[in-house]
């Protein structure tokens, strides 16, 4: 059930800025529920890297930023590193869907 | 530590019946809500059910209800998931992961156990 739309991937050079979009609904991002982000390196296992929108957990680098509007969000990456090549999840809640944990579709960042 | 440690993923046949566990450890199990959120080869992450600190609710996802039964045990610290009538579809590394709540996310993940359901 994937009720948050992200593009399948976005690319840059190191040193570059890409943003990650995730799209969603008066249903969930919409209805104000925060919005959290992942990061998935190759063969690993998910890692919380922006929780309620825009805080980062300790260790998280503050190249990475989150924000939130209307029915949307973004995850920034500023400052591309190698290290950031990786997929990304956007999660947030919706309320048609009780008690349940939402995901986005997941996006892929290429550093080239 | 931190940490969560799942097993008990295995390649079964459709129809069978399969029981994951997440063992957690380093923190106070008994007062987190408890994820399992899966991820079918080259696909992305799907949440799959989640359970209440107490064990008095628990939702999840419309494909799997009916056939998956959360379940936790507060005593042993640990997190379950009965998977019945598994079809090609089921087949998915299955993580559980720490809730902290709507504003802060899930913040601890497990390695992973990986269920393939084949004949």
């Known amino acids: 059930q994937f009720v948050l739309t992200q593009p399948p991937s976005v690319s840059g050079a190191p040193g570059q800025r890409v943003t990650i979009s995730c799209t969603g609904s008066?249903?969930?991002?919409?209805?104000?529920?925060?919005v959290h982000w992942y990061q998935q390196l190759p063969g690993t296992a998910p890692k919380l890297l922006i929780y309620?929108?825009?805080n980062r957990p300790s260790g998280v680098p503050d190249r990475f930023s989150g924000s939130k509007s209307g029915t949307s969000a973004s995850l920034a990456i500023t400052g591309l590193q190698a290290e950031d090549e990786a997929d990304y999840y956007c999660?947030?809640?919706?309320?048609?869907?009780?008690?349940?944990?939402?995901f986005g579709t997941g996006t892929k960042v290429t550093v080239l | 530590e931190v940490q969560l440690v799942e097993s008990g993923g295995d390649l079964v046949q459709p129809g069978g019946s399969l029981r994951l566990s997440c063992a957690a450890s380093?923190?106070?199990?008994?007062?987190?809500?408890m994820n399992w959120v899966r991820q079918a080869p080259g696909k992305g992450l799907e949440w799959v059910a989640n359970?209440?600190?107490?064990?008095?609710?628990?939702y999840s996802v419309d494909s799997v209800k009916g056939r998956f039964t959360i379940s936790r045990d507060n005593a042993k610290n640990s997190l379950y998931l009965q998977m019945n009538s598994l079809g090609a579809e089921d087949t998915a590394v299955y993580y559980c992961?720490?809730?902290?709540?709507?504003?802060?996310?899930?913040?601890?993940w497990g390695q992973g156990t990986t269920v393939t359901v084949s004949s």
């Open positions: 309620g929108n825009t």
């Open positions: 992961a720490r809730d902290v709540g709507a504003h802060h996310g899930m913040d601890v």
């Open positions: 999660q947030s809640y919706d309320r048609r869907l009780s008690g349940s944990r939402v």
């Open positions: 380093g923190f106070a199990f008994s007062s987190y809500w």
């Open positions: 008066s249903s969930n991002i919409g209805a104000g529920y925060d």
């Open positions: 359970i209440k600190h107490d064990g008095s609710e628990t």
